[in-house]
C-alpha cells in the first residue's frame, strides 16, 4: 500500500467525524496560533524599541545615578537605592565645562503632568532638557521653535507639545502661540511635533518638553533623571565615556553609571529577547495540550476502529499498513491544524499590528509548523502502535 | 435456527450428487489446506478451555466442505486456525503445500491476502463505505493500482448479482446484499480458497438461500468453499460434512441428498403466490421466523 492511498484512508476517517476533527484540531489550531502572535509580538517590540534606540545616533552616553553594573550595587530598588545620590544641575554644568566642545550635556528630567485647555484636559508625561534638548530627544518639530538657552535660565514656562497632546488639546488647530495649563501654571505653547510611534520610554508622542528649570520648579524637585552626553565625534565615544566617568568618581564614588547606546541596545535587546522566548515558551505549552487532545482522539478513534482494523488484518493489511494509516491521521490533524493556526495567528498579528508593534517572523511561522507536524507524528505514533499491534481475531470479536 | 422450508425433504435427489458423495471422505490428491494434529487451548477467566484436541483435516482443491458443530464446538477456533487469524497451540497447518506455523505476523497477513477469502456471520464491511470501496480494501493491500482495482471489484460484484449497487454504502443494502458484498470482497483476490463462518446465521432464510446459491456457484466454477454452521440444512449444501465436538472431529461424511440452491430459489419463487394465500405458511418461508 502507497502513502497516498494513506492519506485518503485517513482523509475519509477524518471527515467521517468532522465535528470530533474540528474540536481536535482546534488544540493545535489555539496553540499554533498562540505562538506566532505572541513571538509576532514580541518581535515587532523588539524591532521597535531597538530602532528608535538607534535613531538618536551612535554617539551618545547615557549616565544614571546608581550601580547597575555590580551585583552588590544599587540598581533600583536594590540594597543601594538609599544611598543613590541624585544628579544635580550643577554635576550636568561641570561635566559640560570640562569637557568643553569634545560634546553636548543635556541633563534629563522626567515626570507626569495634568494639562487643561478650556474644558478639555488631558495627562502626559514630561521630558524636560536644556538648550540642547533637540540634539538628544528623537523628535521632528512639526512647527514652532525650540526653546533656548534664556529661557531656561530664567525658567520660563514655555512648552513643546508631543503629537498626541497637541492632537487632544488643540485638535485641527497650530497649538503655536496658545496658552495651556501644566499642573495649574499656565505656559506659552512654542512648538509641537511630528508623529513618531513608541519609543523605550513609553510613548514619545504623549509627552510635553520644557525647560528643565521649569520642570524642577513644577515638580518641585532638583533631581534629573539622568544625564545625556552627546560625542561630537562618534569615533570617541569610548574615550568620551572614560573621561564621563573619571570626572563623575570624585563625587559618586561608584554611585553612578554610564551607558553607551550600544550597551543599551544589547541590554533591552537581550531582554527582549528572553521576554519573547518566555511568551513562545508559555504559548507552547497550549500546543503541548494541543498534542495530548490528538492522542486522546486517535485513542479513542483506535478503540472505536477495533473491528475496522480485525477486517483490513483478515484481508491482509500488514502491521505497517495499519501503523502509517494511524499516524498519517494524527499527522493530517496536527498540521491541518497547524497550517489553520498559522493563517489565524498570522492574521491576527497582521490585524493587531495597527495597535500593537507586530512583526510575523518567516522563523516563527516555519517553526510552529514544524512543532505541529512533530507533535502529530509523536503524540500520534502510540495509539497507532497500539492498533497496529492487535490481534486480527481479539479485533474482529471486539464489540 | 432456520425452519426448513416445507418442501425441502420432499425433494427428489440427483443421482450425480449421490455418485459424487460416495467417493468418501478421504480424497485429496492436491490438497488445499492441510491441518495436522492441531490443538488449541487458551486460558479463559483463569480456566484452561482445550478448543481444539489434535484435529486432522485436508480439504481437497474445488471441494465444498462444511464443518458443522454446536455452539463451543471448536468449530470457530479451527476456522480462525485455517484462516490464519489464530496460531495453533499445537500442529501445523499448511495452504497450498505451504507450512505457515514459523511465519510472522506480516507474512501471515500477505498469505491472508493472496489465497484467503473470508466471509463473515456478521458481513464485516467497512461502515460508511461502498460496496465497491469495501471489495477493492484487500487489492489496496496487495498494492494493485486504483483503476485495476476498480475493473477487478466492479467484475467481482457483477458475479454476484450487485453489478449496479456499487456505490451503495452497507447501511443502504439489505441483509442478504451486504453478504453478497462480502463475498465478492472475499472473491476479488482470486483466493485458493473461500472461508465463510455461519454466512446465513444473520440472514433471513430467502437472503440465506441466495447466499447459498452463490456458495455453490462459485464452487461449481471451481473455487474452494469452506463453510462453518450449526445448522445441518446449510451444512446440507456442502459435498461434505465434517462433524465437530468438544474440539475433536466425531464424524466425516459425504453429503447425500445434497441441497443444490438453484433449486431451492426456483422453489422459492414458485411458491411466493402459494404462500401469499396461505398466510401461516408464509411465515414460515418467507420471513424465516
Known sequence: MNLLESFRIALRALSANKARSALTMLGVIIGVAAVILLVSIGTGVQTQVTGSIEGLGSNLLFVFPGNYTSGSGGGPGGPGASLRKPFTLDDAQSLQVRLGDSAVVVPVAQGQAAMKVGNRTWNSSISAGNEFGMEVFTATMAGGRFYNRSEVTASRRVVLLGATVSENLFPGQNPVGRTVAVDGQPFTVIGYFEPQGGSMSGDSDNAIYMPITTAQQLLGSKDISMIVVKAADANEVDLLKSRVELLLRPKFKDQFTVFTQQQTLGLLSTLLGTLTAMLAGLASISLLVGGIGIMNIMLVSVSERTREIGIRKAVG??????????????????????????????????????????????????????????????????????????????????? | MTPEPPTAGARPVDPAEVLASAQGPACAVDAVLDIRNVSKCYVLEEVVVNALRGVDLEVCRGEMLAIMGPSGSGKSTLMHIVGLLDHPTTGSVSIDGQDVSGMSPNELAAVRNKRIGFVFQSFNLLARTTAQANVELPLIYAGLSASERARRARNALERVGLGNRLGHMPNQLSGGQQQRVAIARA?????????????????DSRSGVEVMQILQNLNDQGITVVLVTHDARVARHAQRVVHIRDGQIVLNECVEHRIIANIEVAELESDAPLADELGVLSVNTRSGA
Not at chain 1, 320 to 326: E, G, M, R, T, V
Not at chain 1, 368 to 386: H, N
Not at chain 2, 190 to 198: G, K, N, Q, W, Y
Open chain 1, 317 to 399: 493489511a500488514r502491521t505497517y499498513d495499519i501503523l502509517s494509516q494511524f499516524v498519517i491521521e494524527a499527522i493530517v490533524l496536527s498540521v491541518l491544524g497547524g497550517v489553520v493556526g498559522i493563517i489565524v495567528g498570522a492574521g491576527g498579528a497582521l490585524a493587531l499590528s495597527k495597535w500593537v508593534p507586530a512583526e510575523v517572523s518567516f522563523w516563527s511561522v516555519v517553526l510552529a509548523f514544524l512543532f505541529s507536524a512533530a507533535v502529530g507524528v509523536f503524540f500520534g505514533v502510540y495509539p497507532a502502535y497500539r492498533a497496529s499491534r492487535l490481534d486480527p481475531i481479539e479485533a474482529l470479536r471486539y464489540e
Open chain 2, 187 to 203: 472473491l476479488v483476490t482470486e483466493p485458493s480458497i473461500v472461508l465463510a463462518d455461519e454466512p446465513t446465521g444473520n440472514l
